[in-house]
């Protein structure tokens, strides 16, 4: 088949070929509206046999793709759904193996009580010019960012301080309109995926607006800067001394998050490891 096409379209080629030079020489109109049209012919026909060139290529490949799919077959592999980039609707089955939580963990924590006072006295201190501010909890995969946030999240002094404590959980896909969702949600706003982020961002005001929160995002990933400016903004809200804890193991996010205070989590002593 391909053989055949190949010398239908050496044919076409070299007439149109002749038939322009006739086109030239010719002085007679009639004879050169005839070539023209004849050559349209031609065209037309080359086209005609590109498609089908391109059909018999698909034809292969569908054959090949069925060979594959009979040695899958004889292979007995189990088919395993991929979790989508970005599920529909948002939702926390993103990442569940890093989806963490505000509880303290069922374990005894051990030898963080410095690191815990550290972070609690910058939460506490009222000193600070704007409404809401960020720190930064930093340190290797592992270490025990995430352990520290929850014993802070959970202690006393943290529900006397603040009318509103929230604790979302971050992880690698940091989509302003779902993080918005997230909080609104961990704030006993509705649990439901707002059409609009104009939507959320109102939830978000109305629950946030004049009172003095605490929020921790836990395990930040984004570097992108407009990212957290357009999360911030739905955020400003806050009554004065407001703070945002975010957990990360990158300095990067800790600069671009515009931290003011980066505590930076060390290794546990020989003895308490
Ligand atoms: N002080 C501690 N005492 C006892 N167990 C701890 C302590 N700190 C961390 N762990 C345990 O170590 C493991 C890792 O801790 P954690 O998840 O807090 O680390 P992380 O720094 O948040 O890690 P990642 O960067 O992956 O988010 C957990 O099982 C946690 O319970
Ligand atoms: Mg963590």
């Known amino acids: 088949m391909a053989e055949i096409l190949f010398?239908?379209?050496?044919?076409?080629?070299?007439?149109?070929?002749?038939?322009a030079a006739e086109e030239r020489r010719s002085s007679s109109n009639?004879?050169?509206?005839?070539?023209?049209?004849?050559?349209?012919?031609?065209?037309?026909?080359?086209?005609?046999?590109?498609?089908?060139?391109?059909?018999?290529?698909?034809?292969?490949?569908?054959?090949?793709?069925?060979v594959i799919a009979?040695?899958?077959?004889?292979?007995?592999?189990?088919?395993?759904?991929?979790?989508?980039?970005?599920?529909?609707?948002?939702?926390?089955?993103?990442?569940?193996?890093?989806?963490t939580y505000s509880f303290v963990p069922d374990g005894e924590v051990i030898g963080r009580s410095d690191d815990k006072n550290k972070i609690v006295n910058f939460l506490l201190d009222s000193k600070v010019e704007e409404n809401v501010v960020v720190i930064s909890n930093v340190g290797l995969g592992g270490l025990g960012k995430t352990t520290?946030?929850?014993?802070?999240?959970s202690d006393e002094i943290i529900k006397k301080n603040f009318d509103k404590a929230l604790w979302v959980c971050v992880?690698?896909?940091?989509?302003?309109?779902?993080?918005?969702?997230?909080?609104?949600e961990s704030g006993g706003g509705k649990k439901d995926n707002y059409p609009?982020?104009?939507?959320?961002?109102?939830?978000?005001?109305?629950?946030?607006?004049?009172?003095?929160?605490?929020?921790?995002?836990?395990?930040?990933?984004?570097?992108?800067?407009?990212?957290?400016?357009?999360?911030?903004?739905?955020?400003?809200s806050g009554a004065k001394g407001s703070?945002?804890?975010?957990?990360?193991?990158?300095?990067?996010?800790?600069?671009?998050?515009?931290?003011?205070?980066k505590h930076k989590l060390g290794d546990l002593s020989e003895e308490e490891a």
């Not at 992880?171 to 609104?184: L, Y």
């Not at 961002?201 to 570097?223: A, H, P, S, T």
């Not at 703070?243 to 205070?261: A, E, P, Q």
């Open 148 to 153: 520290l946030a929850q014993c802070v999240f």
């Open 70 to 99: 009979k040695d899958k077959a004889s292979l007995n592999l189990v088919e395993r759904r991929q979790q989508p980039l970005l599920p529909e609707p948002y939702s926390v089955q993103l990442n569940l193996d890093r989806e």
């Open 196 to 236: 609009q982020l104009d939507a959320v961002q109102n939830e978000l005001r109305k629950m946030l607006d004049g009172k003095k929160y605490f929020l921790v995002l836990d395990d930040v990933w984004n570097e992108d800067p407009l990212k957290w400016s357009r999360l911030k903004n739905m955020l400003i």
């Open 243 to 261: 703070k945002i804890l975010l957990t990360t193991r990158s300095d990067v996010v800790v600069k671009v998050s515009g931290s003011v205070h």
């Open 171 to 184: 992880s690698d896909v940091f989509e302003v309109k779902m993080i918005a969702e997230k909080i609104a």
């Open 7 to 19: 010398d239908l379209a050496t044919e076409i080629l070299k007439s149109m070929g002749s038939l």
């Open 30 to 66: 009639l004879v050169r509206d005839w070539i023209k049209r004849l050559k349209k012919v031609f065209f037309e026909a080359d086209d005609l046999l590109d498609d089908v060139a391109t059909e018999v290529k698909h034809r292969k490949l569908f054959n090949k793709v069925d």
